[in-house]
């Protein structure tokens, strides 16, 4: 199947998905997950007209974003402090923020380098996936204290990675959004759904899947 097919079948998947959830799709954006794929196939999606790719590796991603500067690359795998320089340098977003100590390195940088970056924090509800980073719902407070309302480093919403067939957990995330929106008074986006579970994720409220192999095939 080619990569033109398998967008068009994914636009299918998301304007179904919000058709049973009664949701307009212009509101969900498809984030096509390129790692581990040449920067050869992320130009062909370019070409499709995606201009946001996400990368789990800030080696990988920095990469890309070097040999092709146009890309916008957003950063979804876990970040190490020690990485946090070229996470701010080649990045544009960061998903994967998960604990105060990142959040003040990563403030201390930008303000270096005077730069700004849109930050997600990556929440973990299940406390199974240290691996795959997030902070739980009782680190959370302190985590939004940490970012201080920094101006260059704007809070754009949560992200996750719920267990996969586990339609509570993506509710759960859905509710935990709502009651954090509240809190803060404004609007937080909702980064949840991938290849196997996109259909789920619409369903509870999601405005960001991030597509990996249903777009640029196995990895
Ligand atoms: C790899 C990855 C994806 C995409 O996964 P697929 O199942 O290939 O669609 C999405 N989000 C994160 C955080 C990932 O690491």
Redesign the pocket.
């Known amino acids: 199947m080619s990569l033109e097919d398998r967008v068009e079948g994914l636009r299918a998947r998301i304007q179904r998905a919000c058709e049973a959830a009664d949701r307009d799709p212009s509101g969900i954006e498809l984030l096509p997950?390129s790692?581990r794929q040449p920067l050869s196939l992320i130009q062909e999606a370019a070409a499709l007209g995606f201009t946001r790719f996400?990368e789990?590796y800030v080696q990988e991603g920095a990469d890309k974003a070097m040999a092709a500067p146009e890309l916008q690359i957003v950063l979804?795998?876990p970040l190490q402090r020690n990485k946090a320089k070229p996470a701010l340098q080649h990045f544009e977003e960061i998903?994967?923020l998960d604990r105060p100590e990142l959040a003040e390195r990563l403030r201390r940088l930008a303000e270096e380098q005077d730069l700004v970056r849109p930050v997600w924090i990556q929440v973990d509800l299940w406390e199974e996936a240290s691996k795959?980073g997030g902070c739980t719902d009782r680190e959370l407070p302190a985590l939004i204290e940490s970012l201080g309302e920094d101006p260059r480093l704007p809070l754009r919403g949560l992200?996750a990675?719920p267990p996969p067939d586990d339609q509570a957990a993506f509710g759960l995330m859905a509710a935990l959004r709502e009651r954090l929106q509240q809190e803060l008074g404004r609007p937080l986006r909702l980064s949840m759904g991938?290849?196997?579970d996109l259909e789920v994720a619409i369903a509870a409220g999601s405005d960001q899947v991030?597509?990996?192999?249903?777009?640029f095939g196995a990895?």
Do not use: P
């Open positions: 997950v790692k996400g789990n979804l795998g998903q994967s795959l992200m990675i991938m290849s196997g991030r597509i990996g192999t249903a777009f990895r």
